[in-house]
């Protein structure tokens, strides 16, 4: 017959050695990955604005003009009713808003546009997370 191991499975020990790895690896790469959250909103906040301003450029193209302030972005969802040749399709699927769940600042005079995020605190200026984020402002 065969003999089994008296030593089948792990020891506290061993057990205790890998929960305190994980918890030392877990310490380092958390704080990494959390504090990365800010600076993902901010780059998203960036690519929707280049996004709504290639279909302000799109509807210009189309229609000779881009929509005023008071037509706003819904422009660009819902034909207005001085639009020439507004896509059947649209220029957007929805009104976006920015990652802090704001809807985007428009202002138009027809002839140049401006497509601001007030950023994290919702409030026109600020610094860091807080400061907004333009067309004019973007690389």
């Given at each position: 017959?065969?003999?089994?191991?008296?030593?089948?499975?792990?020891?506290?020990?061993?057990?205790?050695?890998?929960?305190?790895?994980?918890?030392?690896?877990?310490?380092?790469?958390?704080?990494?990955?959390?504090?990365?959250?800010?600076?993902?909103?901010?780059?998203?906040?960036?690519?929707?604005?280049?996004?709504?301003?290639?279909?302000?450029?799109?509807?210009?193209?189309?229609?000779?003009?881009?929509?005023?302030?008071?037509?706003?972005?819904?422009?660009?969802?819902?034909?207005?009713?001085?639009?020439?040749?507004?896509?059947?399709?649209?220029?957007?699927?929805k009104v976006p808003v920015d990652?802090?769940?704001?809807?985007?600042?428009?202002?138009?005079?027809?002839?140049?546009?401006?497509?601001?995020?007030?950023?994290?605190?919702g409030v026109e200026g600020g610094?860091?997370?807080?400061?907004?984020?333009?067309?004019?402002?973007?690389?």
């Amino acid at each position: 017959m065969h003999r089994r191991s008296l030593q089948a499975g792990f020891t506290l020990i061993e057990i205790m050695v890998v929960v305190l790895i994980l918890g030392l690896l877990a310490a380092l790469v958390v704080p990494k990955i959390v504090g990365r959250t800010d600076d993902a909103r901010v780059t998203r906040a960036k690519v929707d604005i280049k996004a709504i301003e290639s279909a302000l450029n799109l509807f210009k193209i189309d229609n000779g003009f881009y929509p005023n302030s008071g037509e706003g972005l819904t422009a660009l969802v819902q034909a207005p009713p001085r639009a020439r040749k507004w896509s059947p399709d649209g220029y957007l699927d929805k009104v976006p808003v920015d990652p802090w769940g704001t809807e985007y600042i428009y202002q138009s005079d027809g002839r140049q546009i401006v497509i601001v995020s007030t950023g994290a605190d919702g409030v026109e200026g600020g610094q860091g997370y807080n400061a907004d984020i333009s067309n004019h402002s973007i690389e």
